[in-house]
């Protein structure tokens, strides 16, 4: 029998070793995916805490900023009417009568509606970057002559990305649900249930219910009414399986009439729904050039107009060089649709899938990928399709695919 | 500061809204478990960052005391899904004097559970990129023989049960008490003790065929003064 003594002394061994292992670089890493996750809703949540309590104990130790003035070069913004210098790192919380204006020393112009609240994380010489903890926030952005976007707002799990538009955005956190209502420019929105990002311009309402993983997207005229309410056209986007929330636009407008000029570029037909069309339309041999040179917004993107527009090939593409490019988890789990749904290789798509939940074991796609999985396993060894069904039922006992699972193990 | 200079504003367009002065909240310094438990009750997500910075690194190491050197597990993920399940979990703590050890007893269970689930992923036999199986290398390429002797353990651990190799680990590296590594993965008392007289006897069976820790234990017994 092993000595326990010579085993305590590996243990330190193992132990010393280990515990070196773990790097800050990596600690750092991991906290931002896991504050920026895709969060389930808890199910004893107490719902929202009351903005602005007079409370006599301060209880909070904010880590990431501590409140600081700006350096020098960077934007100075203040607060409130009549205004006084913000702080970044500073809550800021709206009471309930009244909005909170705030102005930004290049021109931009937030206000935060009642009973909101937010913080400035971060200022730059261009940009900065606001984070909505709760309610609403209105924002005239001033636009840059950067070509990146020079202003990050994050609204719960979501950012919004922004160059120079006006637009309001909204987090309820109570319901896990997130509104954006432009008025015009351009922002991408990135969070859980969608997909991939999404380019929005002026006139696009978007809402999104994470708990229902529920997308509505709206495309029209600029809208009045408050961001965090119902869009004006009600376009509902499900897929009965409970797969890709974010499948197709909801606003899918029928083909492009035949006197759509002929200047119409792929992308707006795309966005107008027509895909097969600007698939067509990039036949002149400027598909290849897409693929190696956008961005990986831009890829994606790509890939959902080759996917609805019956070119499975070109999605492929798209998504392979995705992942070569940036390493996409996202890609592998796409490239596994396609593979399946259009392409009809099984084999193919089930390698695809694997990667993912091995990439990303806790990413929003997991248990979609592993009832994908199931369901590609049936047929196949039943040892292997219960172990299968076994392991998505201790990952997801609530999940799509549960009575799927529940049938396979068996009794 | 000087008022801001509006150069390229595009005109009012948030509108002529009343607006008040703002009540300005500064969240600032101390904060103890009693406060984060309730914040994370409350879904705040300052609570959410507290609690992680204040615990991530002690989480981190639990877990990756436990799957040591496996190519197939990392410890980024798992840090990220011990905190979900902390999250998910928080209203079952019933003392927030108790948060450091339920912690540490959740860190314990997500890699338990991560272990499991390789030793199901090798029986459904899911296809590998090459250029992650480390296992099997070249006794050249191991390095100091401290952390040879790390590499191997672990891979004589990989090859044992997973309950065996966790009772183990959990006892020896992460040295927790009998009663609380039967606490964490939900067995009774004998029953961790009749799996680590198992795990134990099993360890010595593989190491023996192992060079590199027939070395460490012979090295250990003549430290010690006894025959091993």
Same mark, same amino acid.
């Given at each position: 029998?092993a000595?326990?003594?010579r085993?305590s002394?590996?243990?330190?061994?193992l132990?010393?070793?280990?515990d070196?292992?773990?790097?800050?670089?990596?600690i750092?890493r991991?906290?931002?995916?896991?504050l920026? !996750?895709g969060?389930?809703?808890?199910?004893?949540a107490?719902?929202?805490?009351?903005?602005?309590?007079a409370l006599a104990?301060?209880?909070?130790?904010?880590?990431?900023a501590?409140?600081?003035?700006p350096?020098?070069?960077l934007l100075a913004?203040?607060?409130?009417s009549?205004?006084?210098?913000g702080v970044v790192?500073?809550w800021?919380a709206?009471?309930v009568?009244g909005?909170v204006?705030?102005?930004f020393?290049?021109g931009t112009?937030?206000?935060?509606?009642?009973?909101s609240?937010?913080?400035?994380?971060e200022?730059?010489?261009?940009g900065?970057?606001?984070v909505l903890e709760?309610?609403?926030?209105r924002a005239?952005? @001033?636009?840059?002559?950067q070509g990146?976007?020079?202003?990050l707002?994050?609204?719960?799990?979501?950012? @919004?990305a922004?160059?120079?538009?006006?637009f309001?955005?909204?987090?309820d956190?109570?319901?896990?649900t997130?509104?954006i209502a432009?008025?015009?420019?351009r @922002?991408v929105?990135?969070?859980?249930?969608?997909?991939?990002?999404r380019?929005l311009v002026?006139?696009?309402?978007?809402? @999104?219910?994470?708990a229902d993983?529920?997308?509505?997207l709206?495309?029209g005229?600029p809208p009045?009414?408050?961001?965090?309410?119902?869009p004006?056209?009600?376009?509902r986007v499900?897929?009965p399986?409970?797969?890709?929330?974010?499948?197709?636009?909801a606003?899918?407008?029928?083909?492009?009439?035949?006197?759509?000029?002929a200047?119409?570029?792929? !992308?707006e037909?795309?966005?107008?729904?027509?895909?097969r069309?600007?698939?067509?339309?990039?036949?002149d041999?400027?598909?290849g050039?897409?693929?190696?040179?956008?961005?990986?917004?831009d890829?994606?993107?790509?890939?959902?107009?080759?996917r609805?527009?019956?070119r499975?090939? !070109?999605?492929?593409?798209a998504?392979?060089?995705?992942r070569k490019r940036?390493?996409?988890?996202?890609?592998?789990?796409l490239?596994?649709?396609?593979?399946?749904d259009?392409l009809?290789s099984?084999?193919?798509?089930s390698q695809?899938f694997?990667?993912y939940?091995?990439?990303?074991?806790?990413g929003?796609?997991?248990?979609?990928?592993w009832?994908?999985?199931?369901?590609?396993?049936?047929g196949g060894?039943p040892e292997?399709?219960?172990?299968?069904?076994q392991?998505y039922?201790s !990952?997801?006992?609530?999940g799509?695919?549960?009575p799927?699972?529940?049938?396979?193990?068996?009794? | 500061m000087?008022?801001?200079a509006?150069a390229?504003?595009r005109g009012?367009?948030?509108g002529?809204r009343?607006?008040t002065?703002?009540?300005?909240v500064a969240?600032?310094?101390d904060?103890?478990?009693a406060?984060?438990?309730?914040?994370?009750?409350?879904g705040?997500?300052?609570?959410?960052?507290?609690?992680y910075d204040?615990?991530?690194r002690?989480?981190a190491?639990?877990?990756?005391?436990?799957?040591?050197?496996?190519?197939?597990?990392?410890?980024?993920?798992?840090?990220?899904?011990?905190?979900v399940r902390?999250?998910?979990g928080?209203?079952s703590l019933?003392?927030?004097?108790k948060?450091?050890?339920?912690v540490?007893t959740?860190?314990a269970?997500t890699?338990y559970?991560a272990?499991?689930?390789?030793?199901?992923?090798?029986?459904?036999r899911?296809?590998?990129?090459?250029?992650?199986d480390?296992?099997?290398?070249d006794?050249?390429?191991d390095g100091?023989?401290q952390?040879?002797t790390?590499?191997?353990?672990?891979e004589?651990?990989?090859r044992?049960?997973?309950a065996?190799r966790t009772v183990?680990?959990?006892?020896y590296v992460?040295?927790m008490?009998l009663g609380?590594?039967?606490?964490?993965?939900?067995?009774?008392l004998?029953t961790v003790k009749?799996?680590?007289?198992r795990a134990k006897?099993r360890?010595?069976t593989?190491a023996?065929?192992?060079?590199?820790m027939q070395q460490?234990?012979?090295?250990?017994?003549?430290e010690e003064?006894g025959d091993?």
């Open positions: 029998m000595d326990p003594t085993l002394d590996l243990g330190r061994v132990r010393e070793e280990a070196a292992r773990v790097q800050p670089e990596m750092q991991a906290r931002r995916d896991f920026e !996750r969060r389930e809703p808890r199910r004893n107490r719902g929202p805490l009351l903005a602005v309590a104990v301060a209880v909070v130790l904010v880590v990431i501590w409140p600081r003035s350096e020098p070069g913004f203040e607060v409130g009549p205004p006084r210098t790192g500073e800021l709206a009471p009568d909005a204006p705030m102005t020393s290049e112009q937030l206000e935060l509606e009642p009973q609240r937010l913080r400035v994380r200022v730059r010489s261009d900065a970057q606001v709760k309610g609403t926030l005239d952005v @001033v636009p840059t002559d990146q976007p020079s202003w707002f994050e609204a719960g799990p979501f950012s @919004v922004v160059k120079g538009t006006s309001s955005t909204s987090w956190p109570a319901t896990d997130f509104a432009m008025k015009e420019g @922002v929105v990135q969070g859980p249930v969608l997909e991939t990002p380019e002026g006139g696009d309402r978007l809402r @999104v219910s994470v993983r529920h997308v509505q709206s495309r005229t009045e009414a408050e961001a965090a309410s119902p004006a056209t009600e376009a499900e897929s399986s409970g797969e890709d929330a974010d499948e197709e636009p606003d899918a407008e029928p083909a492009a009439s035949a006197t759509a000029t200047k119409t570029s792929w !992308r037909r795309a966005r107008a729904g027509d895909y069309a600007a698939m067509e339309q990039l036949d041999g400027r598909f050039a897409l693929v190696t040179g956008s961005s990986q917004a890829l994606f993107f790509l890939a959902d107009a080759a609805f527009g019956g499975p090939d !070109r999605a492929k593409s998504l392979l060089s995705a940036f390493g996409s988890s996202r890609a592998a789990f490239l596994g649709k396609v593979a399946a259009q009809r099984p084999a193919e798509a695809w694997q990667i939940v091995r990439e990303a074991p806790s929003a796609l997991a248990e979609q990928a009832g994908r999985l199931l369901e590609l396993s049936r060894d292997r399709v219960r172990a299968l069904a392991e039922l !990952r997801f006992p609530n799509g695919h549960a799927l699972a529940r049938q396979l193990v068996g009794p | 000087a008022g801001p509006p390229k504003r009012d367009t948030v002529k009343n607006t002065s703002a009540r300005v969240l600032v310094v904060h103890d478990d406060a984060i438990v309730a914040g994370l009750r409350d705040e997500r300052w609570a959410e960052a507290a609690l204040r615990y991530a002690r989480v190491c639990v877990l990756s005391r436990l799957i040591g050197h496996d190519p197939r597990l990392e410890v980024e993920d798992l840090l990220q899904e011990a905190f902390i999250l998910d928080i209203d019933d003392d927030a004097d948060l450091t050890g339920w540490r959740i860190a269970r890699g559970r272990i499991r689930r390789q030793r199901v992923r090798r029986m459904v899911f296809w590998e990129p090459t250029d992650l480390e296992l099997g290398r006794d050249s390429d100091p023989e952390q040879q790390y590499r191997r353990t672990y004589i651990l990989a044992m049960p997973a065996e183990l680990t959990l006892r992460e040295e008490s609380e590594v039967a606490e964490t993965l939900e067995m009774s004998a009749r799996r680590i007289r006897s360890f010595e593989l023996a065929h192992d060079p590199v460490w234990l012979a090295d250990q017994g003549r003064g091993g």
